[in-house]
Nanobody, 128 residues
């Protein structure tokens, strides 16, 4: 069983909204920073957004600031966690496979540091 599972991808028209979720289990992900990356066809994987372990710090790529919002729900000392990415005003260039990732330690997010866990991705398609 994969510890990170994404959901919520689909087809949306430009200007529309989608909400992605990442469900984490089988690990104490409450201690991890969590984030989203995306990869469009023929391009490399790029950072989208992240949130630290207590939800007080969020990080966004310039291309999504003001349009995307990351959040997380978890209870202390549980292995269950859900992280969400609300995506509004989607552009065709937002179309990609979106991946959830987890990084330890989780007090801050360091995009240059390798991720400890990856999900398998969910496809977002934006029609113009």
């Amino acid at each position: 069983q994969v510890p990170l599972v994404e959901s919520g991808g689909g087809l949306v028209q430009a200007g529309g909204s989608l909400r992605l979720s990442c469900t984490a289990s089988r690990r104490p992900f409450s201690t991890y920073a969590m984030g989203w990356f995306r990869q469009a066809p023929g391009k490399g994987r790029e950072f989208v957004a992240a949130i630290n372990r207590d939800g007080r710090r969020t990080y966004y790529a310039d291309s999504v600031k003001g349009r995307f919002t990351i959040s997380r729900d978890s209870a202390e000392n549980t292995v269950y966690l859900q992280m969400n990415l609300q995506m509004n005003n989607l552009y065709p260039e937002d179309a990609a496979v979106y991946f959830c990732a987890a990084q330890f330690p989780g007090d801050t997010w360091d995009v240059s540091q390798s991720m400890d866990y990856w999900g398998e991705g969910t496809l977002v398609t934006v029609s113009s």
